[in-house]
């Protein structure tokens, strides 16, 4: 076979080659797709939730609650001393009786006395003051007894990580919606946004992600004399963002 007809004959088979592709792509223009996407930023915590808790037994109720309240005074005022801008919250007070294990006897008609009672609060503070944490609760923990803390992002933070938050879910969309193009065998300049859904809030969105924080627990360590200063680490939270987009193609 001569050069020209070798070559004559790769053309007529590279044309019907496409032609068979192109009879397997369906019809898409007026085509309207909807397309999920997804963003995410992450950043450090800078922001912690510390519980405070302390609780006293006596027999005389009175006891337990005078010690209660005193304790807790001199706990907050450790506390206002360490972290002046710390947010401080009581809550929880309590006053429970305390009932000897001994089972009563059969058929007794005469009521249950308690043996004691137990009384108890807790103390909430809020604070960004990290680099100073350890030193507080310990200060902290000599009088009241440390229960939980709670690492998070503070408001002013997560404010400023919307910009952010709201461009990573953008970008992510408009890469599907080229992804979505090529596999359709359409140019990406064919798409035009019709809606965008920030708030997911059709059926066809998944609810959002709540921002995940760290929780660390503590055990009790009521009228100890001296604390060695604990060690925290904040961790990370990430802020997850969806959006939907309906896209029609040219």
């Known amino acids: 076979m ?14 019907a080659s496409l032609c068979a592709h192109a009879q397997t792509m369906l019809p898409t223009s007026g085509t309207l797709v909807v397309v999920p996407a997804y963003g995410e930023v992450k950043h450090a915590n800078d922001q912690v ?46 006053t429970y009786p305390v009932y000897s294990e001994a089972q009563p006897r059969p058929n007794a008609n005469t009521p249950r006395q308690p043996i004691g009672w137990r009384v108890g609060q807790y103390l909430d503070a809020t604070t960004t003051n990290l680099s100073n944490l350890p030193k507080t609760v310990a200060s902290v923990q000599s009088v009241l007894g440390l229960n939980g803390l709670y690492f998070s992002l503070s408001d002013a933070t997560s404010k400023k990580l919307d910009d952010q938050r709201i461009a990573a879910t953008y970008r992510n969309l408009t890469e599907r919606i080229g992804a979505i193009a090529r596999a359709m065998g359409r140019s990406e300049t064919d798409a035009v946004l019709d809606t965008i859904d920030f708030e997911g809030s059709g059926n066809y969105a998944v609810e959002g992600a709540m921002p995940k924080a760290t929780m660390m627990r503590a055990a009790s360590m009521n009228d100890a004399a001296q604390v060695e200063e604990p060690s925290f680490e904040p961790g990370e939270t990430t802020l997850n963002m969806r959006v939907v987009g309906k896209v029609r193609f040219k």
Request: net charge positive.
């Open 49 to 94: 939730r510390i519980t405070f808790t302390l609780e006293e037994q006596d027999k005389d109720k009175a006891a337990a609650a005078s010690r209660v309240n005193r304790k807790m005074k001199e706990g907050t005022d450790i506390l206002k001393r360490q972290d002046p801008q710390a947010i401080l919250q009581t809550r929880g007070y309590y």
């Open 2 to 15: 001569s050069r020209s007809r070798y070559l004559v004959a790769s053309i007529i088979l590279a044309a």
